[in-house]
């Protein structure tokens, strides 16, 4: 079974440059997470899609980043413009619904995407 | 606010020492997760813990639920350089929402 696929593993732009990430999940789960993970810190939640409705966004800077899911399945996040404080690894994640055998909050991981904002 | 609190948050030992670490909070959740991160690569799940006072074990990993469902402890039996990495654990806590702990860094030395 292939995993979470993301893409660019690294990135390095300047501040007030833009940039996109984007997440292909398991094939078959329903809810897809973008996280962002700051060194010497645990994943934070930014954005958490239902098929490609929104569950939950509230920690998502909505000045500078958005993200969509159409159809469902793949997902791109952005940040236009990136800060600073932005350098951190993105990490898209994915799980199995429990109506589909999934238990609750058994996440799957990709490898993530570094962000470097000069 | 719910909160996962990590302990240590960095633990350097020795090849064969046994460590523990511990994942607290003052809410009660529905399942709680431990996941390894090694660098550069996403987190991978080790084992959901649902039920509280419940024990699991994965080969020399020994992991468990406190009676409440507010706490949890992973315990490593005789460590070896392959389990370095970050530790994280993390909670559901009901709403679809799951919160992630900072992690406890583990570095075993050779």
């Known amino acids: 079974e292939a995993g979470v696929a993301q893409s660019p593993r690294y990135k390095i732009i300047e501040k007030r440059q833009s940039v996109a990430f984007w997440c292909n999940p398991i094939?078959?789960?329903?809810?897809l997470y973008w996280y962002q993970q700051i060194l010497g810190q645990g994943p934070k939640l930014l954005i958490q899609f239902q098929n490609n409705g929104v569950v939950d966004d509230s920690q998502l800077p909505k000045d500078r980043f958005s993200a969509e899911r159409l159809k469902g399945v793949d997902s791109t996040l952005k940040i236009q413009p990136a800060k600073l404080e932005d350098s951190a690894v993105y990490l898209c994640?994915?799980?199995?619904?429990?109506?589909?055998?999934?238990?609750?909050?058994?996440?799957?991981f990709g490898e993530g995407s570094r962000l470097t904002v000069l | 606010t719910q909160l996962l609190e990590q302990s240590p948050q960095f633990l350097s030992i020795q090849e064969g020492e046994n460590l523990t670490v511990y994942c607290n909070s003052s809410s009660v959740f529905s399942s709680l997760q431990w996941y390894r991160q090694e660098p550069g690569e996403g987190p991978v799940l080790l084992v959901t813990v649902v039920t509280g006072g419940e024990v699991k074990k994965l080969k020399r990993l020994t992991f468990q639920f406190g009676d409440a469902r507010k706490d949890s402890s992973l315990h490593i039996t005789a460590a070896q350089p392959g389990d370095t990495g970050l530790y994280l654990c993390a909670a559901y806590t009901g709403g679809f929402k799951t919160i992630f702990g900072a992690g406890t860094r583990l570095f075993v030395k050779a």
């Open positions: 994640a994915s799980s199995l619904d429990f109506a589909s055998g999934g238990a609750a909050g058994e996440l799957f």
């Open positions: 094939s078959g789960h329903a809810t």
